[in-house]
C-alpha cells in the first residue's frame, strides 16, 4: 500500500509559478512510476506528466509541456511539480498518482491516489 499526500496548491495570477508536492509513505517509492494528473469541474480528469521509477524517463502531456516540469527525490519519498507560466486553463485539482513500474498516461493504470489540491489561476 502506498499513500499519496499533494500540497502546494494555491490561488496565482496569469503567468506565475507554483510548485505542487507529494509525499508518499508505505512500499518502497523508488519502485514505482509517479504522474500528475488534473480535473476540472465537468471535465474528465486528465494526464499532465509522469516520471518513471529510474528518474531517466519523462513523458507531458502537449497542453503543459515547456512550461511544468516533474522531477522526484526518491531519497525524501517526493514527487514535484513545477508549474510555470501559468495560464487559467490551468486551473484544476491537481491528483498525484502511483504504479509499479513503468509511465502510463491513462488513469485507469494508475493503482494509488492522494486526494489533490486546488490549482486556482486568475486571469
Known amino acids: 500500500q502506498v499513500q499519496l499526500v499533494e500540497s502546494g496548491g494555491g490561488l496565482v495570477q496569469a503567468g506565475g509559478s507554483l510548485r505542487l508536492s507529494c509525499a508518499a509513505s508505505?512500499?518502497?517509492?523508488?519502485?514505482?512510476?509517479m504522474a500528475w494528473f488534473r480535473q476540472s469541474p465537468g471535465w474528465e480528469r486528465e494526464f499532465a506528466t509522469a516520471?518513471?521509477?529510474?528518474?531517466?524517463?519523462?513523458a507531458y502531456a502537449d497542453s503543459v509541456k515547456g512550461r511544468f516540469t516533474i522531477f522526484r527525490d526518491n531519497a525524501k519519498n517526493t514527487v514535484y511539480l513545477q508549474m510555470n507560466s501559468l495560464k487559467p486553463e490551468d486551473t484544476a485539482v491537481y491528483y498525484c498518482?502511483?504504479?509499479?513500474?513503468?509511465?502510463?498516461?491513462?488513469?485507469?493504470?494508475?493503482?494509488?491516489w492522494g486526494r489533490g489540491t486546488q490549482v486556482t489561476v486568475s486571469s
Open positions: 516520471i518513471a521509477w529510474t528518474n531517466t524517463s519523462t
Open positions: 508505505g512500499r518502497t517509492f523508488s519502485s514505482y512510476a
Open positions: 498518482a502511483a504504479r509499479i513500474w513503468g509511465i502510463s498516461r491513462s488513469a485507469q493504470e494508475y493503482d494509488y
